[in-house]
């Protein structure tokens, strides 16, 4: 079968790999601040924006430049949270109100990006950097793509473990749970939750450097890979842990699918068909009962 | 002084899309991001008459909405099922899709080349090639949606809007049918922003899907917000100040390609700020 | 004031917003003793224990621990050995009973010490021991409120603060909830602040009490006192 | 005539009975004290009756027509039943006046849309809140009242909807002593013109001066109706309240 179905495949898998970080960052936060966070998006552009500021200088190799994006968009989805959120939920804002703050502070932070790096695409990677591609399967994937596969399996183990097997992490689900209970047995809820979003903030921030390391990184695709995260941390089933992991590869590949007999700009629209569906059936389904 | 009615061309425009989802926000609580859809579909049925047929411009209008008209009821049927953040998602899952068919049915809207060559309207051999006729056109079309929605707003229908938008359970437990509500308030707010689309097109005479995209929806929604919810002359204010803001800046001497981002900038700040300080915007009087 | 009372409240006022919740309350409660908080809805008894446990501001007034002033600020209290079973919150329904066990014990470092804590505890609720693995929010109103006493008794907390124990139960489960009460006072000497309205429940567990209407302690010492003076008008209120 | 039938009701939250086995009359034209003890299940039961929550299992029958659709009971206003809420759930950022006009509104959509100022809406609208003399505030925004007028402008909004059956979720909490008087004369002039009336109250006072008629229920189940004076004396009634040696004393 040499069609290009296993080429799609493989683009699936590396795009799921890149979802899942998103899907996975955004699902923490979500369950901690019940609110969907556009701001999220902004982070991811942080990271990404950050690592090719360090490389484009060489003031740091790729290594060192991928971390120092990881961590200051850690801080900045800290500082966020600390500056904006906090004090918006302390007056007891709806989550409504948070939503549409979290639309301001992604405007501000894309005007920002392109007004120091402007609308450009970005890749990470300088062209005269041989790109090694090997072929399995009928299908080309290169080395790049190789280490995102392999960061992303990395990430999700050290997640999987810090918020499965720690006391952290099941303080953190019953925070999620019910934050007032939490805070009336005598936990410090808005400690725990600025560790988890500093956490999420840096994976989601990892996204962003991925996504620029494969495809490129422009300042108005940072809101699209950020809807992607949610469609697949809902799809995916938000309530278990490991469920965003398993809707971000399921539409990572049925975007790379679906686009073998339509053309490459259905993506976005495939992605949104699929979460529609599933809220109409997961509707349907309650009402049922 | 041709800038001058450049701007207010732009303002009854972007007024008109303010207005409406003021109306579906800070009147019903609904937080729809399909707005840029319907505002391209206006856009899009008067552009393909307008170049392909000889319609005249008002027909043009009128076809925008009746198109609208039954996808609006159809999209309202399906958004409706959600509760608000779900809500919030599906109406902007439905605004990627609408905008998603607006770049591929290359056939129908010609994708992302978009559509050019859209003529001025002729009315009442009045011809409105000249923008200051234009700019009357605009005015009109503003001051009659602005007459209605004011007159929405007064009736008792307006009243059970702002209760569904309270606390819809009690509304419908007075025997109101709260979801034909919602559906007839999305089917108006919706055909108020096909009638912006045929001004757009009509006066730009080119249109492209780019400015039907998620981002115009939520440019909308922070004109709305700013302006006010709940207060249709906050609208106003709000579009006036989006209008002018990037006047002031090249004014004061900010080059003109960063003037646009600084606009998004300061808009997303005092959305921040507002959040804080007065969630009913400036002149509102809903608090989200 | 005696200094060997555990907790001592020296003219406490505290306000929800506006609203004056706690007018002048003073209060004690002795090492190994049960103390009770009685009066009618909405007269500030949870008020009380959330001021106590720091979820809401002193407006004026002194708490004092072991005759120590100290400003209660609510997640450090279980350093302080003070747990709090409120109303509304007891429970993470969405958790099963194991794990709400294991964050009764989240102040506690060392797993295998929690470990330990919550089988010394199911000796005290082996009716708990057939739920473990059972989403706590499925759990019968009795269940829950088992549950809720377990998992503030795993920090070895010196106070317990309980709201309204027995609200939803029925009268046989009730008086279960009151025997266990009585258990834990007598077994681990921990002191408690129970407000209720089960008048006949409550008389069986402690003599002693305050009784409070909107926000004042109009009354406080021995039960019958204050039920001579405040029959008719407690439950007719 | 029995206005409201009721007949053995269930519902369960998670594995609790909240109500087991429910069952009870309400007569036309009476009013009825509904009494127990916190989370005895009595809110539960009037918000299964006015479709707040689904009805696990049990029917009910409301002049004589069983409720099949149980969707279909949200819309209290088809059944001619009116609410009121123990946390009054009332339109915070509306003024008190459109509070009240609204359940004088046309209810379909179209002829509200026509429905502009009406003099018949607002003459009645100022009768009834110059009875619970809420006239003053009516131009007030509904959130901005305390605790108690909001309760009031709730119990206002019951009379102006002039339903044959009319429940208070304890409509006295929150009040002063000369509003609670003016609420228990509204309530027996609504005896008087014929309404149906159930109040679910812990201020024995207002239910033995009030209530032809109780019910006393008490962890999901009904333990005793009968006349209020007969009701409230008998000592596993008291039992339930405040306990058996306390009150033998």
Redesign the interface.
């Known amino acids: 079968m040499n069609s290009i179905l296993p080429q799609l495949l493989i683009n699936g898998i590396v795009a799921g790999s890149i979802y899942t970080l998103i899907a996975l960052s955004y699902n923490l936060i979500f369950k901690l601040t019940k ?2 966070n556009l701001a999220h998006g902004g982070v991811l552009m942080i990271g990404s924006y950050v690592a090719l500021y360090l490389t484009q200088n060489s003031l740091a190799n790729l290594w060192i430049s991928g971390l120092v994006g990881m961590v200051l968009a850690g801080c900045g989805g800290f500082i966020i949270e600390k500056t ?1 959120f906090l ?2 939920r302390k ?1 007891g ?9 979290s ?10 990006i ?2 120091i790096f402007s609308n450009q695409s970005w890749n990470l990677l300088s062209i005269d950097t041989i790109s090694v591609t090997y072929s399995i399967f009928g299908g080309l994937i290169s080395n790049t793509q190789v280490l995102i596969l392999l960061i992303d399996v990395i990430a999700i183990l050290i997640l999987t473990a810090l918020f499965k097997l720690t ?1 952290f992490g ?2 953190v ?2 925070i999620g ?2 934050a ?9 809820t808005e ?1 725990y939750t600025g560790i988890v979003v500093f956490i999420a903030s840096s994976i989601v921030g990892l996204a962003g450097i991925l996504i620029s390391l494969d495809a490129g990184m422009e300042p ?1 695709i940072g ?1 699209g890979f950020l ?1 992607k995260g ?1 469609i697949a941390s ?1 799809i995916g089933g938000a ?1 278990n842990f490991l469920g965003p992991v398993v809707g971000a590869f399921f539409l990572g590949l049925i975007e790379n699918v679906g686009i073998w007999k ?2 490459g ?2 993506k ?2 495939i ?3 699929v ?2 569906l599933y ?2 059936f997961r ?1 349907i389904k309650t009402l049922k009962e | 002084m041709e800038y001058l009615i450049h701007l207010a061309i732009l303002l009854s425009i972007y007024a008109i899309l303010g207005i409406s989802l003021n109306l579906l926000l800070g009147y019903t609580g609904l937080i729809s991001l399909t707005h840029a859809s319907f505002f391209g579909m206006g856009a899009y049925v008067t552009a393909l008459l307008l170049v392909h047929t000889k319609t005249s411009f008002l027909l043009s209008v009128l076809l925008g909405v009746i198109l609208v008209m039954p996808i609006s009821t159809f999209l309202g049927m399906i958004s409706d099922q959600f509760n608000k953040n779900d809500y919030m998602l599906v109406s902007l899952g439905l605004n990627v899709i609408i905008f998603g068919l607006f770049n591929n049915l290359s056939n129908l809207t010609n994708g992302a080349l978009g559509i050019s060559g859209i003529p001025r309207p002729v009315l009442f051999n009045i011809d409105f090639s000249s923008n200051s006729n234009y700019l009357l056109l605009a005015l009109v079309l503003l001051l009659l949606i602005y007459l209605f929605s004011h007159y929405i707003v007064r009736t008792s229908f307006g009243r059970v809007l702002k209760t569904i938008r309270e606390d819809e359970n009690v509304s419908k437990s007075f025997g109101f049918n709260t979801r034909y509500y919602k559906l007839v308030i999305f089917v108006i707010t919706a055909s108020m922003a096909a009638v912006s689309g045929s001004l757009y097109a009509s006066y730009f005479s080119y249109i492209d899907p780019s400015s039907f995209s998620v981002t115009t929806s939520m440019l909308i929604l922070s004109i709305t917000i700013i302006g006010g919810l709940a207060s249709l002359p906050g609208t106003l204010i709000g579009t006036l100040f989006f209008i002018l803001f990037p006047e002031l800046l090249r004014f004061v001497g900010i080059p003109s390609e960063e003037v646009f981002q600084l606009r998004q900038l300061m808009f997303g700040l005092i959305i921040v700020l507002l959040m804080m300080h007065r969630p009913q915007g400036f002149m509102g009087k809903y608090k989200l | 004031m005696k200094n060997n009372s555990l907790l001592n409240l020296d003219n406490v006022t505290a306000n929800y917003g506006s609203f004056k919740a706690l007018d002048r309350v003073s209060l004690t409660v002795g090492e190994g003793e049960i103390a009770l908080l009685l009066g009618p809805n909405g007269s500030g008894k949870s008020t009380v224990l959330k001021t106590i446990f720091g979820l809401l501001p002193i407006v004026s007034g002194k708490i004092s621990l072991h005759g120590l002033p100290f400003k209660p600020v609510s997640f450090e209290m279980p350093m302080n050995s003070f747990a709090l079973v409120l109303q509304g919150q007891k429970i993470f329904p969405g958790l099963s009973t194991h794990e709400n066990l294991e964050i009764g014990g989240f102040s506690i470092k060392s797993k295998e010490l929690v470990d330990k804590r919550i089988s010394e505890v199911l000796d005290i609720f082996p009716m708990l021991i057939k739920l473990m693995e059972i989403k706590a929010g499925l759990l019968s109103g009795g269940e829950q409120q088992m549950l809720a006493l377990a998992r503030s008794l795993i920090a070895n907390p010196k106070i317990i603060l309980l709201d309204e124990p027995t609200l939803g139960l029925s009268p046989k489960i009730a008086k279960e909830v009151f025997h266990k009460i009585k258990e834990i006072n007598e077994l681990n000497k921990v002191s408690f602040l129970i407000a209720d309205h089960n008048l006949n429940l409550l008389s069986f567990l402690s003599r002693r009490g305050y009784y409070l209407e909107s926000g004042k302690v109009t009354l406080c010492g021995n039960l019958d006192k204050i039920f001579e003076k405040h029959f008719l008008k407690m439950i007719m209120k | 005539m029995t206005m409201i039938k009721i007949h053995n009701l269930r519902k369960r939250f998670g594995r609790a009975d909240v109500v087991n086995n429910f069952s009870a009359e309400i007569f036309k034209n009476t009013i009825v004290g509904f009494v127990g003890p916190n989370g005895s299940g009595k809110s539960t039961v009037i918000n299964l009756l006015t479709g707040v929550e689904t009805i696990d299992h049990g029917d009910i029958y409301i002049s004589d027509i069983l409720v099949k659709n149980k969707k279909k009971l949200i819309n209290n206003y088809s059944f001619n039943i009116s609410r009121t809420y123990q946390d009054p759930r009332i339109f915070d950022q509306m003024s008190v006046l459109e509070n009240v006009l609204i359940v004088l509104n046309k209810r379909k959509v179209l002829s509200s849309f026509f429905e502009t100022k009406k003099p018949f809406n607002s003459s009645k609208v100022e009768e009834v809140l110059r009875k619970v003399d809420l006239w003053g505030k009516r131009s007030a925004l509904a959130g901005d009242l305390s605790y108690g007028q909001r309760k009031i402008l709730e119990f206002a909004r019951v009379l102006a909807m002039d339903t044959r059956i009319c429940i208070f979720d304890e409509p006295f909490a929150g009040l002063f002593a000369e509003m609670k008087l003016i609420v228990s004369e509204l309530i027996l002039d609504l005896k008087a013109s014929g309404k149906t009336v159930v109040l679910i109250e812990h201020d024995m006072d207002q239910i033995v001066k009030l209530a032809d008629y109780v019910l006393v229920m008490n962890a999901g189940k009904l333990i005793a109706k009968g006349k209020p004076s007969k009701i409230l004396s008998r000592n596993d009634i008291l039992d339930i309240y405040i306990g058996k040696d306390l009150h033998e004393k």
Do not use: C, H, Y
């Open positions: 609110f969907s904006t004090p918006l007056k804002a709806s989550s409504m109100v948070l939503f549409i703050a639309l301001g502070v992604m405007m501000i932070i894309q005007a920002i392109v007004i006391l099941k303080i689900k019953a749970d019910d007032e209970t939490a805070k009336v047995i005598g936990i410090d400690k108005s809101l809807f949610i809902i309530n339509l053309r700009e259905w976005d629209v992605a949104f068909v979460l529609i809220l109409s509707k």
